[in-house]
């Protein structure tokens, strides 16, 4: 099972759930990732000119093979980029994070990216969903994804379903190399799991060598997600090869929490209403539920914070400011006076709040031109 303990055995990381104060150093030794380190993050430096803050803050902290990726790229042998989202309700924060720093290593090394809808993950997995709920999901998650900017031109949308007659027969020659014994050992399955949700892996390694099966030659492809996405990559990093392609490369990602915190709650996920922020809320709704649900580090009162300060390693708020706040300088600002206790715990939701809110109505905006331009990002064959 792709799951692993800390030291009182207390969290867990598949692709299907995320529980746990999780120990990212003893995840990347389980999973057998490695981590990027100062040398590495340098390397990114020279082609990007800048860090993106998720990479300096070590958000975006393990990879597989990206010094690969990157001596490819010398080479003049430009990668793409594949990344998903298995619709089954409103996209949250967390997911905008990952893909806005996917859009960032678009266009930083100017690339293709394959984005995969499988609007059949969610169905199989789940009971209470069915194939029109998640053809729903696909278009409202869609405009999301098309809402950050990605480029229209280089941005290649393929939904399972729908790409079924392209994507089954190169799925079949996954599933022929992937035994049964493999598949419950990395993703835990029964006896009573379903057959189709054993079979998914292979469609999930589809996208990961399908732009070179279009373009009749070997192309390297990297993955940017979090984490909890790499049981799969371990499959498709197996078989690739057997089958003719590149291992694909990754680039993981830690998890933003749920409102409640990682301990209590574990990752942001779109089935938990009141700890999630999705991208279609309200401004009343994203105030209302970070006053009400956010796990503060802060002390019981004004008196005892002013003189104690908050901690804001477990705060939720400053946790979520670390992923989208662009400034090194003002977060530093927000840490030390939090931990002065110059800085309120509802002063420094209100700041968080303020990112959000105007955050989101920006993005909102561009989610409603976003309809009319999805049709242009779905691949055509
Ligand atoms: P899904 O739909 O659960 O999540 C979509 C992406 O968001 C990431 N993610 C998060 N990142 C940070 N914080 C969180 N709280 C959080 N929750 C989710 C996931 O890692 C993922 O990158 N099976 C996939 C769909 C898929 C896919 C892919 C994902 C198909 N092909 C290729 C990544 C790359 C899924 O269920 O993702």
């Known amino acids: 099972m792709a799951e692993t303990g800390s030291k009182t055995g207390d969290f867990k990381v598949t692709p299907w759930e995320v529980k746990g104060d999780i ?24 082609h990007t000119g800048e860090l993106h803050p998720l990479l300096r803050r070590g958000i975006f902290f393990s990879h597989r093979d990206l010094n690969w990726i990157l001596d490819e790229y010398d080479k003049g042998n430009k990668f793409f980029l594949y990344t998903g989202r298995a619709p089954s309700g409103p996209v949250h924060m967390g997911h905008l994070v990952v893909w806005q720093f996917a859009k960032w290593l678009q266009d930083k090394f100017d690339v293709e990216m394959w984005f995969q809808f ?39 949308f393929l939904i399972d379903t729908v790409h079924a007659g392209l994507m089954y027969k190169e799925a079949c020659k996954v599933a022929k190399k992937l035994n049964f014994s493999t598949a419950k050992a990395v993703f835990g399955f029964g006896d009573d799991t379903n057959v189709g949700s054993i079979f998914y892996t292979a469609m999930q390694s589809v996208p990961a060598f399908l732009p070179s099966v279009i373009k009749g030659r070997n192309r390297p492809c990297l993955i940017p997600a979090a984490i909890d996405q790499d049981p799969h990559w371990r499959i498709s990093r197996d078989i690739l090869p057997k089958i003719g392609y590149y291992k694909p490369a990754q680039i993981h990602g830690k998890f933003l929490p749920g409102l409640g915190g990682m301990t209590e709650q574990g990752k942001m996920s779109s089935s938990e209403k009141n700890t999630t922020i999705y991208s279609i809320d309200s401004e009343k709704e994203v105030r209302d539920k970070i006053n009400k649900y956010a796990f503060s580090g802060g002390q019981v009162s004004i008196a ?4 104690n300060g908050g901690n804001p390693d477990i705060d939720v708020p400053y946790q979520w400011l670390t992923f989208i706040e662009d400034s090194d300088a003002k977060l530093k600002k927000i840490r030390d006076d939090y931990v002065s206790g110059k800085l309120l715990t509802g002063e420094l939701k209100a700041i968080l709040i303020d990112e959000i809110n105007s955050f989101l109505k920006e993005h909102q905006k561009k989610r409603e031109k976003a309809k009319s331009q999805f049709e242009k990002f779905v691949y055509k064959c």
């Open 118 to 156: 499988p609007d059949e993950e969610k169905f199989l997995f789940k009971d209470e969903l069915t194939l029109e709920d998640t053809k729903k999901w696909t278009y409202e998650n869609a405009l999301d994804v098309i809402a950050l900017g990605f480029d229209p031109k280089k941005t290649f």
């Open 23 to 46: 120990d990212y150093d003893k995840l990347v030794q389980r999973f057998g990732t490695e981590k990027i380190d100062s040398k590495l993050l340098e390397r990114i430096r020279k």
């Open 304 to 307: 005892e914070h002013r003189k």
